[in-house]
């Protein structure tokens, strides 16, 4: 059987003199970009080919099926092989739209087959085309590495066509394949070079459409910076050219850059500018509906009032087809937001809009679009607590989706079910469809991670608030050790899903329960929920423990914020003390009776939490690090349990210690390499010699089990500003984590420091960057801290770790507790804004 009903969608670039333009899509269940079918190529059954390509670009894509059905078979009676391959690719096409994957495969393989035996050989180009085709099914169906080569024949007969904007084309195809086997540098290297070869055409339609390609691939891979300097390049041209056609939606891909980059005034801008230049009432829509959609994730109700109006009338008036059915669903998504959504348009006019587009699915045969809109309508009615209508629409949407096995549909309406029951005081009922929804999410781990931020199937919006309300539910009351074994389990998919979100794919799939790995380690697991936090420990050998402070989110967040303030050394010390030992009371002080054997707390950290020092905790008269050592964990993503063996360390050893590119120096990086470096084999690089080339050469090279990093470097809750200083630019955190993965497993890291680096503070998220990069690299733990601290006292800080570390017995948690313990008693440093920042994620052994 074929993979599930995908809802990611590629770049999938086609023939053509504007083969490189690309149709924009406004459905929640894909990605920005969707495939036009190449030009026609053939002669006789000319006209039906051109029916159906109308029809699909307007969206009715069962029609198109049924149409490029007629066509194949009419070639294939007459013999003609290469315009019966054109239909039955023009038909794989319009049935992977359809979500029918298993008819999608057996045309475009019906579709080769005729090309192979076409006498004589069929053209170049068509090939290509075809070729084309069967790699975005690959894709789509998770099959990167066969895309990727697909798509190299292609260019190779682009190439022998002469069609060099065909050949690019393919290129940009590639780099999202490279991009999802995880060759990182690789892909960001072949889209900058095809910057270069499109820098070399003469300014055209065609180049400004391939640029505003590239820009939307830049941004499909989380460099949003650099596809809005490329987008802003096309518009250059576009408007020099005065190029009408192209001019909305490059201003459109330069919203959506500007959105995830944060800037929304930027945003707003370019989208007004979107539809003003919009040449068709399509066109106008797609701008409006993203200014609308953007007005009210902003709370900017006033400025979203008077578009409402103007968008169901625009939608009313557009014939049924995809554009206006996932039109109407993303406004009611977006209306569907708000409490108070009648302010803008009144419930009724709403209701009446999702049934007629439930109906214009049904007409198109379009279940996906249909199973989509009985999901809002079913959201409309549990706002309104119809409560008998709501379940029956989206019990609907559920049987739809089910027989589609399009698991992104699932997660959406089983939540929605969990919710109407919860909602009606059913909670037992409830369990199931929470249960139905978390099974979907992690089927689609891999689609979910890669899907565009600006897709309303968001993170924040529908897939954490589904694992936090079922562990809430999981928690009500008296939760005996299957619900907490549950409840436990749900927390660590859910710090998965955050690091997948992350790094905007699946980051590994092998797990290890942690206290199977550390007789002597508790796990504590705090859990903030609206109305209390929550917190299971997990000691080997005995129950789950469980105990909750019955607090709001806001307190407690509130709370944290004042703890992070009070770590800078001038604050009131007595403060600090008073709010660390409160948070000392939430989650130590209720299971201490349960630590007398505990050498090691390992702390699966929730929310805002992550800011937090855990070691920095005080319960009146000591620090938790100088009763434990303390480490992180994503929970059960922990890498496989092997202990650094002492005798054996060899380090790569990095860093800068002067100004460079606008950073400050650092000038205790350099004693701080040096030392190291006589403490334990070392190879290194220093200043000039710190450049990316060198680093991936030693560590392809060297047999170091630690790479040490001292140099500036910044975690971000953003992939993009999330990097890592060298002497010639930056290693973004995908880069560094393709190149600790380069190496063979005999090789792979079992410590990597990151020391100076700035962590985002506040940010919630900026610390699952540490986390991720363990994770995901293979690095068996990391070391970093999450502010920026005083290079000497990282320096001393060091020094003493790696002497710690080379002691027998110390495992990598207990060296740095012992180094911390040395700044606390025997220097200057023992102020916890100098000590604690320093964490260590991962393997602690």
């Not at 030392?675 to 392809?700: D, H, Y």
Request: hydrophobic content about 40%.
């Amino acid at each position: 059987m074929m993979s599930r009903s995908k809802h990611r969608r590629l770049l999938h670039l086609c023939l053509g003199v504007l083969s490189l333009s690309l149709a924009i899509a406004i459905t929640p269940a894909q990605a920005t970009l969707q495939p036009t079918p190449a030009p026609i190529v053939a002669a006789q059954p000319a006209t039906l080919l051109d029916q159906g390509r109308t029809l699909y670009q307007s969206g009715r894509f069962a029609e198109a099926v049924s149409v490029w059905q007629t066509a194949a078979q009419q070639s294939q009676a007459k013999g003609d092989r290469s315009n019966a391959a054109l239909s039955l690719s023009y038909l794989s096409l319009a049935q992977q739209e359809l979500g029918q994957w298993a008819e999608a495969t057996q045309s475009i393989e019906q579709s080769l087959s005729h090309l192979k035996a076409t006498k004589p050989q069929a053209d170049a180009i068509l090939w290509a085309q075809v070729l084309n085709t069967q790699a975005s099914l690959l894709l789509h169906t998770g099959k990167a590495e066969a895309a990727l080569e697909t798509w190299k024949q292609a260019q190779t007969y682009y190439t022998q066509a002469g069609d060099t904007i065909g050949s690019l084309g393919s290129q940009i195809n590639q780099s999202q394949a490279l991009q999802s086997l995880g060759y990182y540098r690789r892909a960001k290297q072949q889209l900058n070079e095809i910057n270069q070869q499109l820098a070399k055409l003469p300014d055209s339609q065609v180049k400004v459409s391939g640029l505003r390609t590239l820009g939307a691939t830049l941004q499909m891979i989380g460099d949003s910076t650099e596809s809005r300097k490329v987008l802003e390049q096309s518009l250059a041209i576009a408007k020099a050219k005065n190029l009408k056609s192209e001019i909305s939606a490059i201003l459109a891909g330069l919203g959506k850059a500007a959105t995830d980059l944060n800037d929304p005034d930027a945003a707003l801008a370019y989208l007004e500018q979107s539809e003003q230049a919009a040449v068709s009432p399509i066109e106008k829509l797609q701008a409006r509906l993203d200014r609308f959609k953007l007005l009210i994730d902003y709370g900017l109700l006033d400025q979203a009032a008077p578009i409402a109006p103007q968008l169901l009338s625009q939608l009313e008036q557009l014939p049924p087809n995809r554009t206006s059915m996932y039109g109407a669903i993303n406004f009611a998504a977006s209306l569907n937001q708000l409490e108070n959504s009648e302010k803008l348009l009144s419930l009724n006019t709403l209701s009446s809009l999702l049934e007629k587009t439930v109906q214009s699915a049904k007409s198109l045969q379009d279940s996906q679009a249909e199973a989509y809109a009985l999901n809002q309508w079913g959201k409309l009615y549990g706002r309104t607590e119809q409560w008998a209508e709501a379940e029956t629409v989206t019990q609907q949407s559920l049987e739809i989706a089910r027989q589609l096995q399009a698991d992104e549909i699932i997660a959406q309406s089983a939540w929605q079910m969990g919710r109407l029951k919860i909602e009606q005081g059913k909670t037992k009922q409830a369990i199931s469809p929470y249960t139905e929804a978390v099974k979907s999410l992690r089927a689609i781990r891999g689609d979910l991670a890669a899907i565009n931020p600006d897709v309303q199937f968001s993170f924040r919006e529908s897939v954490e608030p589904v694992y936090r309300e079922f562990v809430a539910l999981l928690l009500e009351g008296q939760p005996g050790q299957a619900e907490l074994t549950q409840a436990r389990e749900l927390i660590e998919s859910l710090q998965v899903a955050e690091l997948d979100n992350f790094f905007r794919e699946a980051c590994l799939d092998k797990t290890q329960q942690i206290d199977q790995v550390d007789t002597t380690a508790t796990v504590v697991y705090p859990i903030i929920l609206p109305d209390r936090l929550a917190v299971i420990s997990s000691t080997a050998g005995k129950p789950l423990q469980y105990h909750i402070t019955p607090i709001s989110q806001a307190e407690v967040e509130e709370t944290l914020d004042q703890l992070l303030a009070a770590l800078n050394p001038v604050s009131n010390l007595q403060a600090r003390d008073r709010v660390s030992q409160q948070v000392y009371d939430w989650l130590i002080r209720p299971i201490e009776s349960e630590l007398k054997q505990t050498k090691t707390l390992v702390f699966v950290l929730d929310g805002k939490l992550r800011n937090i020092p855990m070691s920095a905790l005080y319960d009146g008269k000591q620090y938790l690090i100088e009763k434990y050592a303390v480490t992180l964990s994503p929970g059960l993503q922990l890498m496989a349990a092997r202990s650094l063996q002492q005798t054996n360390i060899g380090a790569i050893v990095a860093g800068i210690s002067e100004s460079r590119s606008g950073f400050s120096a650092l000038p205790a990086v350099e004693t701080e390499v040096k030392k190291i470096a006589q403490t334990v084999p070392s190879s290194k690089l220093l200043n000039a010699q710190f450049t990316g080339n060198a680093l991936s050469t030693q560590l392809k090279d060297s047999k170091a089990n630690v790479v040490h990093l001292a140099t500036h470097g910044q975690f971000s809750s953003r992939l993009e500003d999330t990097f890592l200083l060298t002497w010639d630019g930056v290693v973004n955190i995908k880069e560094l984590s393709e190149l600790l993965q380069s190496r063979d497993a005999s090789k792979a890291i079992d410590l990597l420091v990151l020391s100076a680096c700035d962590t985002a503070s506040g940010d919630d998220r900026a610390v699952l960057g540490l986390a991720g990069l363990a994770v995901k690299s293979g690095a068996r733990s990391t070391l970093a801290t999450l502010w920026p601290v005083k290079d000497k006292a990282a320096a001393t800080l060091m020094t003493q770790f790696y002497q710690e570390l080379g002691q027998s017995r110390s495992t990598k948690a207990e060296a740095l507790r012992q180094a911390q313990l040395h700044l606390i008693r025997k220097t200057d440093f023992k102020d916890p804004f100098f000590w604690s920042g320093f964490v260590m994620v991962g393997n602690w052994q």
